[in-house]
Structures are given as structure tokens and as C-alpha cells.
């Protein structure tokens, strides 16, 4: 816990800081990356940095973590720190790297808001800073642990056996260990990061559900192409080199590097009724929950919900369909943008998706991928459907802003 000293200053220093930490955090990611070029090429995503969605995802988790030392809330610091502990994971982050991070965020404190940082002020946020680092670096020493690794060692190479058309724009990979062993299990819901090496050397990493049941001996990924963002001044932003590159590049018989599965997006082991609410390539971590209540022939409530642009468009489209047929007592709700030539059929609306006409049993726990600006939208719904706040789970893919977004 924080100090009472440091509260009080934290709590004095707090509107400035908040204020000025979306340049805070776009200083220190140029001052980290200036004296460490290679984390930028080798295991941030660039494409983020360049959009600035990254910059103000940190801002978000530091301003939402400080806050929560005034008024403590355990559950939601939970919530806000296992999220980026098992991405972290992921990525093989070890402890000494938050040193790397210290030093080149308090000198862009103390650059943007100058003579405001009193050694009292510095000391106080100081605090928060490790307060924060310690309880992620314990929380990934835990997963490492589980995962049966020692720190960081999270990377190994496996083979795609097979690559499956889904939708115009998105492929699966099969994948599966080059020694023919099974490969690690994980608990529905989860992920794995895969790196590639670009065409200009860089080593991306970007992160993919296991849209399969953990108790096959082969992986699956879906992968979807993306097409560049267009700003406002006529200039483009490139994003998805990594998911481009796998869809253009990557067949069967090719190796890719990946890393052990995580996530906190995971199937409960209890009987409470489910709503699995997806929308676009969202409906992958579904997928692999769905598989493995089919396989297990569970017999709890389970609601699906996906929404996408298209019936054409939609990944994974009859896969998810059969699934639903298998489980005793799951019901599927689909909204498509566009029908097409077609008039709506069995359990799907033109438009999008709207939870008003949709049966929710109470201790409902709900399960949320897609955009951030759906599952923000769905959440509402939710919560106003009288769903508790704790039984509203989430997945992002990307920089994670839904903590701030969603205070």
C-alpha cells in the first residue's frame, strides 16, 4: 500500500500530472527509444507508437493505478494489472527491464513539468511507480512459474500444418511442435504471441486467440488482414504488418515463433450461465471456449452474440453455427450491417447488435471481444440489464485504453 505521506501528495499532485500525462508518456517512449532502439523494432509494437495508442493506454494504466492508491479498490487494480501481467508474459518481459522503464519515465516527469517536481513530489510518485512494478514483476514471476519457465523464457518454435480460408480477409494456421510432442495446454479463452521477422529486419510480436480446444495436439490462430488507417490530413498509417505479413507469407510447412499461451479472458470452471458477446475477428477467443463446451458436452446456459459487417465477412461463420447446435442449451443471436440479396434468417437481424430483446438469466457472466468501441457499448448495455460490473470480462488486442474508458 502507499504511504500516507505520499497519498497526501499524490492526491495534491494528481490533477497536474493527469493533466500533462499524455506528454509525459509520448516524451519517455521517444527518450526509451532513442537510447533503446531495439525495443521499438524488436518488441514494442511500432504501429501503435506511430498511432499513439500506446502513449495513451500507459497514461490511462498510470493514471487509473495512482488514483486507485487514494481510494483502494483491490478487485479493480486486480482487473487493471493481470491484464498487462499476462501480456507482458507474453512478450517475456523480465524484471530488470522496469529499470529501463523508471529511468526514462521520471526524466520526462521532471522535463514536462519542471520545477513542479519537488523531491517530495518525485519521492511520492517514485512510490506509485514500484508499488505498480513490483506487483506486476510478482504477478509474471507467478505465470513463469505456472508456466513451468523461468523468467522471460517463453519463446519456442513450432510448424503450420495447415492455413484455412475463413473469410476473404482472414486465414487460420494450424500449428503444431516440430517434434510431433503435443503442445502446451491452456485454459479456453487464452492466447499466444507470434514474432516475425519483417522485410526491414524488425522482430514484431503481436497477439492471437486459440481458437481451438486445449485438449488437441495442435494449435489454431485467425489472422486477419488490415488495411491502412487514413488520417485527417490525407496521410496513411500502416497498421497490421504483422497479421498482413502472416496472411501474405506464411503456409503450410513454414515455422513460426510463438510464445507460451496466456490471458485472463478464460473460461470459468463453474456453472454459471454464459453470454459470449463477439464482434469481427473477436469471435476467435470464442471460438476456442465454444469447442471446448461442446467437446465436454456442458450443460450450462450459454448465450452467443456476434455482430459484423457481413455474413460474407464473418470469420468463422458456420464453425460458429455448428458449435452452438452442439451444446444442449446455447442460443445464438447474430447482427449483420449488410444481408446483401438476403432477407433475415434463423437467429440473425440486419443492424447492429442491440441486447434489449435478449434473454440474460441472473449470475450471468458475461464475455466481451471485438472493438473497444463495441465492448464499451455492449458493457453499458449490460450494466443497465442489471449485470454486475465484476461479471463483465473483456479481451483487447492492442493497447489496452478500457481502463480509463471504462472508470
Not at 492526491?11 to 537510447?35: K, N, Q, S
Not at 498511432?51 to 495513451?56: A, D, H, M, P, R
Not at 518481459?93 to 518525485?122: C, R, S
Request: with cysteine; proline share 5%; charged share 20%.
Amino acid at each position: 500500500m502507499l504511504s500516507e505521506a505520499s497519498k497526501e501528495t499524490i492526491r495534491a499532485t494528481l490533477p497536474a500530472v493527469g493533466a500533462a500525462i499524455g506528454d509525459i508518456t509520448t516524451l519517455f517512449y521517444r527518450r526509451m527509444f532513442d537510447a533503446h532502439p531495439e525495443l521499438e523494432r524488436d518488441l514494442f509494437n511500432r504501429g501503435n507508437q506511430r498511432q499513439g495508442e500506446q502513449q495513451k493506454a500507459l497514461a490511462s494504466a498510470i493514471a487509473a493505478f495512482a488514483t486507485l492508491q487514494l481510494d483502494p479498490d483491490p478487485e479493480r487494480v486486480q482487473t487493471i494489472l493481470s491484464r498487462i501481467a499476462h501480456k507482458h508474459a507474453s512478450l517475456g518481459i523480465t524484471a530488470d527491464q522496469y529499470w529501463i522503464v523508471h529511468k526514462h519515465l521520471f526524466e520526462a516527469i521532471v522535463e514536462v513539468l519542471g520545477e513542479a517536481v519537488t523531491p517530495e513530489v518525485a519521492s511520492a510518485w517514485d512510490e506509485v511507480y514500484w508499488l505498480m512494478a513490483n506487483t506486476l514483476i510478482a504477478m509474471e514471476a507467478g505465470l513463469y512459474e505456472n508456466a513451468g519457465v523461468e523468467a522471460g523464457d517463453v519463446w519456442r518454435r513450432v510448424r503450420v500444418t495447415g492455413r484455412t480460408q475463413q473469410s476473404e480477409d482472414t486465414v487460420s494456421f494450424t500449428l503444431a511442435s516440430l517434434d510431433s510432442a503435443p503442445l502446451p495446454t491452456f485454459t479456453p479463452g487464452q492466447y499466444i504471441s507470434v514474432a516475425v521477422q519483417l522485410p526491414d529486419g524488425a522482430r514484431q510480436i503481436r497477439q492471437y486467440s486459440l481458437a481451438c480446444d486445449p485438449t488437441d495436439n495442435e494449435w489454431r490462430i485467425t489472422v486477419k488482414r488490415i488495411g491502412a488507417n487514413m488520417r485527417v490530413d490525407g496521410s496513411v498509417t500502416p497498421v497490421g504488418e504483422v497479421s498482413n505479413f502472416l496472411y501474405n507469407n506464411v503456409f503450410e510447412g513454414d515455422e513460426l515463433s510463438v510464445s507460451l499461451p496466456f490471458g485472463d479472458l478464460v473460461l470459468p470452471g463453474d456453472d454459471a450461465p454464459l453470454l459470449l458477446i463477439s464482434a469481427g475477428i473477436g469471435c476467435t477467443p470464442m471460438i476456442g471456449m465454444l469447442e471446448h463446451l461442446a467437446n465436454t458436452e456442458d450443460r450450462r446456459s450459454v448465450a452467443v452474440l456476434h455482430a459484423d459487417r457481413s455474413a460474407a465477412q464473418h470469420a468463422h461463420r458456420a464453425e460458429l453455427a455448428e458449435l452452438v447446435d452442439r451444446i444442449p442449451l446455447a442460443v445464438m443471436h447474430r447482427w449483420y450491417e449488410d444481408l446483401g440479396a438476403r432477407e433475415p434468417f434463423a437467429g440473425t437481424r440486419l443492424g447492429r447488435a442491440d441486447l434489449t430483446d435478449v434473454s440474460i438469466e441472473p449470475g450471468t457472466r458475461a464475455f466481451l471481444c471485438g472493438p473497444l468501441p463495441f465492448m464499451l457499448s455492449m458493457r453499458e448495455s449490460l450494466i443497465a440489464r442489471n449485470v454486475p460490473t465484476e461479471n463483465i470480462h473483456y479481451e483487447v488486442f492492442g493497447p489496452d485504453s478500457w481502463a480509463g474508458a471504462s472508470a
